[in-house]
């Protein structure tokens, strides 16, 4: 039984009538460690991005132009077709292979919000709706063979390369939110926190084979106060760091986000860099309170600072 059969037949227990499943990982990132390629797992397909909508009798491998003839070659023999990433060729796939009515899972962690609004909108004129599934059905079925996740140290970026103390950056930030008035800054790019804290790590060096960027896949809450709340295991963060990093950040588990999440953010103005944050977390913070778009750390990450240069 190929990995494609054991994911539909899953699909059949959801009452789902397909699945929706990026290259993309919890992070949204586009060269994923390898723990975390599920589509790869599934189809086979080694290309950077891609999206693969896996139904009960049919199968779609959409791409942009760059990865059409490698798509076909890496799922070969199994009944995948390629599809263009344009609306137009995706709505027309899904209208001749899905029903009004039918159900489309997805894993709201792993696709940006900006982008799957889209897809339901296109979805809906079909009549087919979205359903984000509580957790990932590939992770029950991915047992045999899969990499560990890699969770290096968290080490200190010292001020004289950065620029600026985490202390100043956390300042400032809490003073645009007052500003804005909003009550929250969601942090849901790994490298906007790398450089608001000053921190870097190894997770992207050690056995990914491309694109190697030294940030540390986690996400963050920051109030208007200046405080962050960082969420990340306590247990990477390097000894001569940790001391430094409780005067602006509080430390939680990475399992308690949504339900921080769920309960801070109830009735309150949430902004976000609207590209990087997943659907999930988009969702549940405007299920009752206000999500703005604001880009405020990736642009000051493009801002020059007086700093050493590193050899």
Not at 224 to 247: C, K, M, N, S
Request: glycine share 8%; hydrophobic share 40%.
């Amino acid at each position: 039984m190929t990995n494609l059969e054991k994911l539909r037949r899953t699909l059949k227990g959801l009452n789902l009538q397909g699945f929706l499943l990026p290259s993309s990982d919890e992070y949204l990132s586009e060269y994923a460690q390898p723990a975390f390629r599920r589509l790869r797992w599934a189809t086979g397909f080694t290309g950077s991005t891609g999206t693969v909508a896996v139904l009960q009798d049919s199968a779609a491998l959409i791409v942009d132009g760059r990865y059409v003839e490698q798509g076909a070659r890496d799922t070969a023999g199994l009944g995948i077709d390629i599809v263009g990433v344009d609306n137009e060729s995706r709505q027309a796939w899904f209208a001749a292979h899905l029903d009004p009515g039918s159900h489309l899972g997805i894993d709201g962690r792993l696709h940006p919000y900006s982008e799957m609004l889209g897809t339901i909108d296109m979805l809906a004129k079909l009549g087919i709706e979205i359903v984000d599934v509580p957790e990932n059905p590939i992770d029950a079925l991915w047992k045999e063979g899969r990499p560990s996740e890699i969770a290096s140290p968290i080490h200190d970026y010292p001020v004289r390369f950065a620029g600026l103390s985490r202390e100043e950056k956390c300042a400032v930030l809490g003073k645009h939110l007052t500003q804005t008035r909003a009550d929250w800054h969601l942090i849901a790019d790994p490298e906007d926190i790398a450089w608001l804290l000053n921190i870097r790590t190894d997770d992207s060096l050690a056995g990914v084979d491309a694109h190697p960027v030294p940030i540390p896949l986690c996400r963050a809450l920051a109030a208007a106060t200046g405080r962050v709340h960082l969420f990340v295991d306590e247990g990477r963060i390097a000894a001569d760091l940790r001391e430094d990093l409780l005067r602006v950040a509080s430390l939680h588990l990475p399992s308690e986000f949504e339900s921080f999440l769920r309960e801070n953010a109830a009735a309150k103005t949430v902004s976000t860099n609207i590209h990087k944050i997943p659907y999930r977390f988009a969702a549940i913070v405007t299920a009752s309170g206000s999500l703005i778009d604001d880009q405020v750390l990736a642009l000051r990450r493009c801002a020059e600072l007086p700093v050493e240069r590193l050899a």
